[in-house]
């Protein structure tokens, strides 16, 4: 394989089996992607096509006692594949983090979203608690949250999910991570919550060249945000282009499938599509 | 007449303990008024917090509310007597966001089904086979998936097990709370699809509760706009919707993710 540092992540031919007591099963099978510095790979598929497999396996957090992984995951040119745990911690949360699905369930309930937010920076600096409090007080400032120091002392059912969603994006960026794995990041949140959270990852891209890994069913998330599009299914990426080529040109009958699968709302925005032609 | 008719419902919940101060209400519905007419879709829209849940609750007869009545073929669900309103109950089903809490997990395809079957219909061993046989064809299941039970089924395949539940009994109005929305793009279309079908095949009418703009748009004859409890836009179709100038209506179609990256909003 050749390694190219113009990636921050590189993936080639990961495959992922699961032993079970009637003999092994495939998860995924021969993934390959590039991610570059601050750019968008959109992972679109139906649910059971591999998508959170994949963003699990590039973090290690699979049970290696039942799980098989081949391939190699390079990080800023560092293999992941294969890393002891303790190493592996040190790297997760710092320079690789991971924005998830459900934000009621990310965060521990009965600890208050402070100390859970202290907890992480502490444990990969060597900030003091002050400190610590102060840089998780600025992030949170940074990703639009009201009144960050009130925020610290809540617990994490006192939040809104499009809050709490917003939380967690604070925590995977204060440590500036040169990518963010953002698995169905606003498939919990409504519309307007949806759109706020995806400005928000599209701003952190633009103002630290964070690289994000967007992983999503939904094809307007995908199209608002992606530079490069991977369709999954069956634990296969089908077809890999750029978003327009993607979008405009489908090679694979189940991108095209799944492009004639949006439910289209009829002159929406028309007036949008013309000042931009 | 109308199917069903909600009029001024006002509705709060709040700490009625007598150790907690009282008066601590929160007013959740205040003057919500809306009427369904026989096999029609209403689609009723908000963000998150707007009341739109409770109104269906507040359908459905589950939540007694403060003021105001809700008419269901021209009868007040909370004022009736029990065997009028286990009457009338039959034709008010629903169909909730969560798949997979809303079916007993200890049960398989047949009893979920069979279930409200069993409650009101007198059936022989054998017409209660055949026609969940016919449901589950009817929702684009095979009959041989009877036996199996919630976990060996997708969330898409286990939403078509709740809305067979739902139209087993041929009720005459839906609340879908959410129905899609847990769904992947692919599944949600194929629901949509579905319901969509059974809508006119079986003349339903119904409640369509989301937050999904292009969804309601889809399936809806009619559509309300909810927020903080109030009824704040209700259209025709969804011309006049995309025409409203209420602000937060139209913050709600600005958030619609645009369907082609040319025509990106973010950035």
Not at chain 1, 41 to 58: D, F, M, N, R
Not at chain 1, 80 to 86: E, T
Request: proline share 4%; net charge positive.
């Amino acid at each position: 394989m050749i390694i190219d540092p113009r990636h921050v992540l590189q993936v080639s031919g990961l495959h992922v089996k699961v032993r079970t007591a009637q003999g092994t099963v495939p998860l995924i099978q021969d993934i390959s992607f590039e991610l570059k510095p601050g750019r968008v790979l959109g992972i679109v598929g139906e649910s059971g096509s591999g998508k959170t497999i994949t963003s699990l396996s590039l973090l290690q957090l699979l049970d290696r006692k039942t799980i098989d992984m081949a391939g190699s995951i390079r990080l800023n040119g560092r293999e992941l594949n294969g890393l002891k745990a303790d190493k592996m911690r040190s790297i997760r949360g710092k320079e690789i983090a991971l924005i998830m699905q459900n934000p009621m369930n990310a965060f521990t309930p009965v600890i208050k979203i402070g100390d859970q937010f202290i907890e992480t920076i502490r444990i990969h600096t060597a900030l003091t608690k002050k400190q610590a409090f102060e840089l998780a007080v600025t992030t949170m400032h940074d990703v639009n949250l009201p009144e960050p120091a009130g925020l610290m002392k809540l617990y994490p059912f006192q939040l809104s999910g499009g809050m709490l969603q917003r939380v967690m994006i604070a925590v995977a960026i204060c440590l500036r991570p040169s990518v963010i794995i953002a698995d169905e990041p606003t498939t919990a949140l409504d519309a307007t919550n949806q759109l706020q959270v995806l400005r928000q990852l599209e701003r952190i891209r633009s103002e630290y060249g964070t690289s994000i890994l967007l992983i999503s069913h939904d094809l307007g998330v995908i199209a608002e945000m992606a530079d490069e599009v991977a369709v999954m299914r069956h634990g296969r990426i089908v077809e890999q282009a750029d978003v327009y080529r993607l979008f405009d040109h489908p090679q694979h009958e189940y991108t095209k499938k799944l492009l004639s699968a949006r439910p289209a709302l009829q002159d929406n925005k028309p007036s949008k599509e013309f000042v931009m032609s | 007449m109308s199917l069903l008719q909600v009029n001024n419902v006002t509705h709060s919940y709040g700490a009625t303990n007598r150790f907690w101060r009282a008066g601590r209400q929160k007013t959740v519905l205040s003057d919500v008024s809306l009427s369904i007419e026989q096999g029609e879709c209403l689609g009723l829209l908000g963000t998150s917090g707007a009341g739109k849940s409770t109104l269906g609750k507040v359908i459905l007869g589950l939540e007694k509310p403060r003021k105001g009545q809700i008419l269901f073929q021209g009868v007040d669900l909370y004022e009736t007597n029990p065997s009028t309103r286990r009457r009338l109950r039959r034709d008010l089903q629903a169909v909730f966001q969560d798949c997979y809490s809303s079916v007993n997990p200890r049960m398989n395809a047949e009893q979920i089904i069979g279930e409200p079957l069993q409650n009101y219909e007198r059936l022989s061993p054998n017409e209660h086979r055949r026609s969940i046989s016919m449901l589950l064809e009817s929702v684009g299941l095979s009959p041989e998936d009877r036996g199996k039970y919630p976990h060996q089924f997708s969330g898409g395949q286990l939403q078509r097990i709740n809305i067979a539940r739902a139209i087993a009994l041929k009720p005459k109005l839906i609340v879908l709370d959410e129905a899609v929305s847990s769904l992947d793009m692919v599944n949600q279309t194929h629901v949509l699809h579905l319901l969509d079908e059974l809508k006119t095949s079986f003349g339903l009418s119904y409640l369509f509760i989301t937050h999904d703009v292009k969804a309601a748009c889809s399936l809806s004859n009619s559509l309300v706009v909810m927020e903080k409890g109030e009824v704040i836009e209700s259209c025709e179709d969804q011309s006049q919707l995309i025409a409203s100038s209420h602000p937060t209506v139209k913050k709600l179609l600005e958030s619609i993710l645009s369907e082609h990256p040319r025509s990106r909003s973010i950035n």
